[in-house]
């Protein structure tokens, strides 16, 4: 039988998007649409912004779509390239603890594009975004954890589906329109964690929004595709061993989307319990110089995916537990600035990473760690975090996150800018259109 598998999924994205978002859906994905486009501001006049920017501007594609955080109206597919590129470029967005996706980037980047040729109510717009995240969680679980074990980053392979989706609810696809722009999707996967630490890391969910959007678009125009290109002969086996009960599991009852994350500190998520602990043992450590050994024990992944001990850069140091500990130890607290590139080169940091052990405990859970700081003439300074702000045990509060989505946006549209967006994003469901949201992140209109 035809589109078996994918048939089902398309069956339940569909019958989700024919009902309003129950509330807890509609609050998270309110809280994840706040955090992301706070990250996309934030990462606004950075480099790789710039040179995408750059491109665009050469290749002549300029258009109605914005980008958040610039004066520049795009084409839809470069604005969600450069969206979807600033969106994840600080790894300071939104991040499901299961599957390690930062669903948000590529999303937000497809909603963005086609919000002014499709005009939707705010309600059909939050929808969009609701089942584009939720479309990609659903997939993850199913390919992970072998997925992102074969060294793919699964934020841009499962970010063109996630795309798809959110745009062929604002197209008005159908169910097998639906199937066909997903099995167009499959054929434009990318992204390896070979990546991570580089400009090309944030592209890739840039990539899976432009991707998502022209998968969409083939697909409402009549291009087909294969038979079930979620199924058994797709493209998940080559990426792994897939459940494809999960992908055939209902969407009644609590979404994976509620199970988003927000981060605190902008740099690989599996750090972040040693970040909360080198913070708490700051204050004890006194003189930085007498320090001289560090030992972290964490979970597995730690040195897996962060165990990079000299980063070059800014981009490198996100990659760095070692790093990530040190200036929390240094400097008492982890922001932006201990990411910039003369903060990742200074050389009180460098000593410190070089005398610090990630030593992976196989009985420590993924939000755990504990560190002890070995100093001269003076009693060992040891600090236990059990659960990492950020993590579901300690998620953030609603304050928080406001207040980290305005230190990051400050600095680009102004002092009091956050606070309109904020606004406009609480009542989108309720709005008329996205129109509020898009000025409140538009330089001129913010300042």
């Known amino acids: 039988m035809p589109f078996v598998t994918t048939q089902v999924f398309c069956a339940h994205v569909q019958k989700a998007a024919d009902a309003p978002l129950p509330e ?127 060294g793919w980053h699964i934020t841009g392979t499962c970010g063109v589906f996630g795309a798809a989706v959110a745009a062929a609810h604002l197209l008005g696809l159908d169910s097998a329109q639906l199937g066909h722009a997903l099995g167009i999707a499959a054929t434009g996967t990318l992204g390896q964690r070979e990546a991570f630490g580089s400009m090309t890391k944030p592209l890739h969910p840039g990539k899976a929004a432009a991707v998502g959007l022209f998968a969409a678009r083939l697909a409402a125009a009549g291009l087909t595709t294969d038979e079930d290109p979620l199924g058994t002969g797709g493209v998940l086996p080559v990426f792994s061993e897939p459940d494809y009960d999960e992908l055939r599991r209902d969407w009644d009852g609590t979404w994976e989307l509620e199970h988003n994350a927000f981060k605190p500190y902008p740099c690989g998520i599996v750090a972040h319990p040693a970040i909360d602990a080198a913070i708490g043992a700051s204050p004890q450590v006194g003189d930085p110089a007498a320090i001289t050994a560090v030992e972290i024990r964490c979970h597995r992944l730690v040195p897996e995916l962060m165990g990079r001990l000299q980063p070059a850069d800014g981009l490198q140091a996100r990659f760095s537990a070692r790093h990530a500990a040190a200036v929390g130890l240094l400097d008492g607290e982890v922001g932006l600035r201990q990411f910039s590139d003369e903060r990742a080169t200074d050389d009180d940091v460098a000593r410190l990473r070089a005398i610090t052990e990630l ?89």
């Open 24 to 150: 807890a859906v509609s609050r998270a994905a309110r809280r994840s649409l706040l955090n992301v486009l706070g990250t996309a501001i934030g990462a606004a006049r950075t480099p790789a912004v710039e040179a995408l920017l750059a491109t665009a501007a050469e290749l002549g594609a300029t258009g109605a779509v914005p980008v958040p955080g610039r004066p520049e109206l795009l084409d839809p597919e470069w604005a969600a390239t450069v969206t979807g590129t600033a969106a994840h470029l600080d790894d300071f967005d939104d991040t499901h603890l299961a599957t390690v996706i930062h669903p948000g980037a590529a999303v937000l980047a497809a909603v963005f594009a086609l919000a002014p040729e499709t005009g939707p109510d705010g309600a059909a717009a939050l929808k969009a975004f609701a089942l584009g995240c939720e479309a990609q969680l659903r997939i993850g679980i199913a390919i992970s954890p072998s997925h992102y074990d074969r």
């Open 359 to 447: 030593v992976p405990d196989p009985a420590c859970p993924r939000d755990s760690a504990t560190i002890s700081v070995i100093r001269t003439g003076a009693d060992p300074v040891v600090v236990h975090v059990e659960h990492a702000r950020g993590s579901l045990a300690r998620p953030l509060t609603d304050d928080e996150l406001f207040t980290k989505v305005d230190r990051l946006v400050e600095p680009v549209l102004g002092a009091g800018a956050a606070r309109k967006i904020a606004e406009a994003v609480d009542g989108l469901e309720a709005a008329s259109g996205i129109d509020a949201v898009i000025e409140a992140v538009r330089p001129e209109v913010a300042k």
